[in-house]
């Protein structure tokens, strides 16, 4: 088990349902099959298996899974059918259809469709850490990560989290570090790539894959104005990852000591055991480097930016 993007939310008030309040309220908001005629349906699956619920708590922190069965419909497949029918009211009425009627034959056609369509089942790991009060999601797009927030919310009835944010500006703090590697704090290091992007109406990006062969470049770009959007960092030697200026953590990769850790908990006798051994590292290894992060571009020192830099 690994979360291999994260979107993380502070909860504004405290979150104090226990895991059986939790599971009484997902009930409700199962996920179920897809009717016939709806593109998709929404709702919570077990991370496990359905006999042990729901949700899965350990450590203060409950693992849930919010699913979709999406019905696979493509455009292209609606158009030969709409093409085809179009073509044939054609031949038979001597003119062309007219727009409302060929948007209500698409309709019908969708209609018709949609139950022969083939149904799939997408899924968004998630978890909530009650010790820090995040609400954690396995998501690199934050979008994907809202409608997460919204399903979670229809089932609890309210829910109050907004997306954790440190204080400081991240993209001065990027581009300190690219300028002065020095200045990274212990425990952190750059890795090999950045993004940087400009404001204004021509925007344009430069995505660097080596940060250290194209330090110069990189200078010149941040002093014509370039902004640092996102830098790809290691932790602790343990994960490796790409950290962005509205604080998303994507491409997370576990590094040879933790994997090792994951490889270590394959041994264990079942699968239960292996699976709370492999939940119980996530929670660790996340706790501490989001807290460390937070921490660290927290700090004052992290908007003290040498005049160097800022002239970049």
């Known amino acids: ?9 502070q909860f504004n008030t405290p979150f104090e349902k226990n895991a059986d309040e939790l599971e009484q309220a997902l009930e409700e908001f199962r996920l179920k099959p897809c009717p016939p005629h709806a593109r998709q349906s929404q709702g919570f699956v077990a991370p496990i298996d ?28 609606i158009q030969a059918v709409l093409e085809e029918k179009n073509n044939a009211f054609e031949l038979t009425h001597n ?24 149904s799939v089942q997408k899924k968004d790991w998630f978890y909530i850490d009650t010790n820090k009060q995040w609400l ?52 952190l290091v750059l890795a090999k790539s950045c993004v940087l992007v400009t404001s204004g109406e021509d925007k344009s990006q430069y995505t660097c894959k080596d940060i250290e062969e194209n330090s110069e470049e990189l200078t010149t770009l941040l002093a014509q104005g370039y902004t ?44 239960q055991e292996q699976f709370d051994a492999n939940f119980s590292l996530l929670i660790g290894e996340l706790r501490d480097l989001i807290q460390f992060l937070m921490d660290v571009c927290r700090k004052k020192e992290a908007v003290m930016v040498p005049e160097e830099a800022c002239a970049l």
């Open 1 to 9: 088990m690994w979360f291999n993007n994260l979107v993380v939310y």
């Open 50 to 77: 359905e006999e042990k619920g729901k949700v899965h708590s350990l450590y203060g922190c409950h693992l849930l899974v919010a699913a979709k069965e999406v019905r696979l419909l493509p455009s292209s497949i």
């Open 95 to 118: 003119r062309p259809m007219r727009r409302a009627e060929i948007l209500q034959l698409k309709e019908e056609i969708e209609f018709d469709l949609l139950p022969k369509a083939f």
């Open 136 to 187: 954690v999601i396995n998501s690199a797009n934050p979008n994907k990560a809202s409608e997460v927030i919204t399903l979670l919310t229809k089932a609890l009835g309210s829910l109050d989290a907004a997306p954790l944010m440190p204080d400081s500006d991240l993209s001065t703090l990027f581009a300190r570090w690219l300028h002065e590697p020095t200045s990274l704090p212990e425990g």
């Open 228 to 271: 640092v959007s996102s830098i790809e960092l290691i932790w602790q030697e343990r994960v490796q990852f790409v950290l962005t200026n509205n604080f998303l953590l994507k491409r997370l990769k576990c590094l040879d000591y933790l994997d090792d850790a994951f490889k270590d908990n394959g041994k264990l006798d079942n699968e």
